[in-house]
């Protein structure tokens, strides 16, 4: 335990350090170095606590409270980016988002998971991600409409933003029904019998804090990258769909994997599946209502490579997941299909 004191006490420090290289106009190779190492450090106190956590609870109330924090960074960037009239980088940081979840990381908890499986096949209970489907299927449906209108040029696409706000409320009253259902599903499962190695208070304060600190140093994270970018040549959509998407998952890149490593199946299932639900039907409808006090607003109107790419995501999850168990093979071709947009993305 003093090992793990020591380790939270230098992750600390290079918060306290990346906070310092912003604030005092340091180079922003600097800052982008540090705030790298702290975007890691506190995913891994998440990590830790949301183990801790998991060991009184199901899956499902500790998946949901692990997203929720981990996907702070994302609401903090899309927000500084639509005050700053920056629509391609809100867009495409969301949906880099839920690739990088859906795709990414999933497929690296796959291969993680299954290394850890006796006949290498990682298994899962099926509920969670057949309804993190269904639920992409239904952001898409509203996402490929108005990708057909905004093509054909029909009466519907004079209208996007006041189909946006209603698509907004119908995924937000979806998402409540579903959450509802679904955090009730944990009382029919038991938690694990392992004592924990801190205290309920002081674990929800870790998760807490190190939520709260990883929105903030990825915000520090975003800001540092941008000049590089423009330094380098790479595209805002290549910026916000790639490099904030995995940057702003730092959370759930370190703890899916790790959980998944350790053998907890359906706890790392639950991280990252809680996340792809929540940026798809909480956090991009929320946005776009958020949006509104924005002089420029976001709307579901997207480019049609990314609604091509998002609904074939949509049936890949299906199909891939849909069963309750995975294998190294699938895995491998989670990351296969974001490297593909990634790359597409980049000549963009």
């Not at 004592?195 to 998760?207: D, E, G, Q």
Request: glycine share 8%; with cysteine.
């Amino acid at each position: 335990m003093r090992r793990t004191w020591t380790l939270i006490a230098l992750i600390a420090v290079a918060t306290a350090a990346a906070a310092v290289a912003h604030y005092s106009g340091a180079s922003s190779l600097l800052t982008f170095a540090i705030a790298t190492v702290a975007l890691a450090g506190l995913a891994w106190i998440v990590s830790f606590s949301t183990e801790q956590v998991g060991e009184r609870f199901g899956p499902a109330v500790t998946g949901l409270l692990q997203s929720t924090l981990g996907n702070l960074p994302e609401f903090f960037i899309v927000v500084f980016a639509l005050s700053a009239g920056e629509v391609v980088v809100a867009q495409t940081s969301i949906i880099g988002s839920i690739f990088a979840n859906a795709l990414l990381v999933l497929g690296l908890a796959v291969i993680a998971g299954c290394r850890e499986s006796a006949d290498g096949v990682m298994r899962f209970h099926a509920r969670l991600p057949k309804d993190n489907a269904i639920l992409m299927l239904l952001a898409s449906f509203l996402i490929v409409i108005l990708g057909i209108s905004a093509a054909s040029g029909d009466k519907a696409s004079h209208h996007v933003k006041a189909i946006s706000i209603a698509g907004a409320v119908a995924l937000l009253v979806t998402y409540g029904a579903w959450l509802v259902d679904y955090i009730r599903s944990d009382a029919k499962r038991e938690p694990s019998h392992r004592a924990p190695r801190v205290s309920m208070t002081l674990a929800l304060a870790l998760l807490g804090v190190a939520g709260v600190g990883a929105a903030f140093v990825s915000d520090w994270f975003v800001t540092a990258l941008t000049p590089a970018m423009d330094q380098v040549g790479i595209s805002k959509a290549f910026a916000g769909l790639v490099i904030v998407g995995i940057a702003g998952n730092a959370v759930e890149n370190t703890v899916g994997v790790v959980l998944a490593l350790k053998g907890e199946a359906d706890l790392a299932i639950s991280v990252i599946k809680n996340s792809v639900a929540q940026i798809t039907a909480f956090l991009f409808p929320a946005l776009v209502l958020v949006s509104l006090l924005f002089a420029t607003p976001l709307t579901f109107a997207l480019a049609p490579v990314y609604i091509g790419a998002l609904l074939l995501t949509a049936i890949a999850l299906w199909q891939i997941t849909g069963d309750g168990e995975a294998t190294r093979f699938e895995g491998v071709a989670l990351i296969s299909l974001y490297v593909i947009l990634a790359v597409v993305t980049f000549f963009e």
